[in-house]
């Protein structure tokens, strides 16, 4: 895969045509996932994993160390168990993961880490800590902390 290109940052006119966008919540958040979510990519995929892609991170972020099941994936990353099971077969022929039966349920099966998916998980915790670190800076004294505080008081609600 190739590396995400990050576009500079444009300057912007106050009450000029990109007004509406920046005071959109929609749109500022939604630009702050996705750079979030490239620079992750990029960085990763720097760390040796080239193939991994955004959607991928679906998988990352709600995997537990000891397996999940693709059911549970699919609904803690609000996506069907079919679109969970194709990133899981994504990962799997990637090697980064295997399933295996579940020993609560032999019907069901677990997907967990393989050692090189043990390995990307590192990278992509070294990846996250460097962003955040990147956006605490953007942000200044206190700026994350509170960004935090504020959305997950925002999600706690909205759930």
């Known amino acids: 895969m190739g ?4 576009a ?11 007004a509406p966008r920046r005071s959109d919540t929609g749109e500022l958040l939604g ?3 996705r750079a979030f979510n490239d620079r992750t990519i990029w960085k990763i995929q720097a760390a040796g994993h080239p193939a ?4 991928h991170l679906a998988v ?9 099941r693709i059911t549970e994936l699919g609904r803690r990353a609000g996506m069907t168990k079919q679109a969970m099971g194709q990133l ?4 799997q022929e990637l090697g980064y993961i295997v399933l295996r039966p579940d020993p609560t349920d032999r019907r069901a ?15 992509a915790k070294r990846s996250m ?26 999600s706690d609600r909205l759930r």
């Open 3 to 6: 590396e995400v290109c990050l």
């Open 8 to 18: 500079k940052k444009k300057k912007t006119v106050p009450g000029g045509v990109d």
């Open 31 to 33: 630009f702050s996932s």
């Open 52 to 55: 991994v892609r955004v959607s």
């Open 60 to 68: 990352l972020r709600n995997m537990d160390q000891g397996g999940t």
């Open 88 to 91: 899981v077969r994504e990962f």
């Open 109 to 123: 099966k677990l997907a967990t880490y393989t050692e090189q998916g043990q390995s990307l998980v590192e990278a």
């Open 129 to 154: 800590e460097e962003i955040h670190a990147e956006f605490k800076k953007a942000l200044g004294k206190g700026g994350l902390k509170e960004l935090r505080k504020l959305l997950a008081r925002l």
